[in-house]
């Protein structure tokens, strides 16, 4: 099945507590991206990739960091987290960055408290 | 920068009834792309519909259609005969043409509650 699993689902930690969360896809996807959404702001992108090792800031980058060593994998890393990243996390990807009409795949979203 | 505005946050229709949600964007851009998900209370985000802004004729999934006013930069979702499966938080959001990030820029949301 054609999907974009993250990990963990639910995740509570404390102030500081590096963390990761993984997304992964299963479709030969070039571009995944990772958005927040909180209530009232709608959804807002953190970083984006295009493909391996390529990857750019989003509308809300501070405080997070990616990497894509693999065209499959797309983690987002909190290495200090404080309570304002308190969210919805989203990990999205799609055929490729050539614009168009592709349709962007999402994964199940991480609920994210940091206390 | 690309903004969407959607201008309610709550509605509420009749089983089997018609609603429109209603979208807003602002753009410079001539060539771009609007869709409208759909957010159930499992927090999956669907797809229900997506307009090319060169294509003048409103795009169309079953129950659910668009009215694409580009003048005006509006974009609604009509929902058709609707069910309790219905029942979630919509987004409209809009894509740049150009290629490159292809970031979806979203609106705040409606929160759309059917009544049996």
């Known amino acids: 099945e054609a999907q974009v699993t993250q990990n963990p689902r639910y995740l509570i930690t404390v102030t500081g507590k590096k963390l990761t969360v993984t997304c992964s896809q299963n479709?030969?996807?070039?571009?995944m991206s990772w958005y927040r959404q909180d209530p009232g702001l709608g959804l807002r992108q953190i970083y984006y990739?295009?493909?391996?090792?390529?990857?750019d800031k989003g509308d809300v980058p501070e405080g997070y960091k990616v990497s894509r060593k693999e065209k499959r994998n797309f983690p987002l890393i909190l290495e200090s987290p404080s309570p304002n990243q308190t969210s919805l996390y989203f990990c999205?990807?799609?055929?490729?960055?050539?614009?168009?009409?592709?349709?962007?795949?999402f994964g199940p979203g991480t609920r994210l408290t940091v206390l | 920068a690309q903004t969407v505005t959607q201008s309610q946050p709550e509605m509420s229709v009749q089983e089997a009834e018609t609603v429109t949600l209603s979208c807003t964007y602002d753009?410079?851009?001539?060539?771009?792309?609007l869709f409208w998900y759909k957010q159930p209370p499992s927090r999956q985000m669907i797809l229900v519909i997506r307009?090319?802004?060169?294509?003048?004729q409103n795009a169309t999934e079953n129950r659910f259609s668009v009215n694409f006013q580009k003048a005006a930069k509006s974009f609604s979702l009509k929902i058709s005969d609707s069910q309790l499966g219905d029942a979630a938080m919509y987004f409209c959001?809009?894509?740049?043409?150009?290629?490159?990030?292809?970031?979806?820029?979203f609106g705040t949301g409606t929160r759309l509650t059917i009544i049996p």
């Open positions: 999205a990807s799609s055929p490729d960055g050539a614009g168009g009409y592709n349709e962007q795949f």
């Open positions: 479709m030969n996807h070039e571009y």
């Open positions: 990739s295009m493909n391996v090792e390529v990857t």
């Open positions: 753009t410079s851009e001539s060539d771009y792309y």
């Open positions: 307009q090319e802004a060169y294509k003048q």
């Open positions: 959001a809009y894509r740049s043409f150009d290629f490159g990030n292809e970031k979806l820029t």
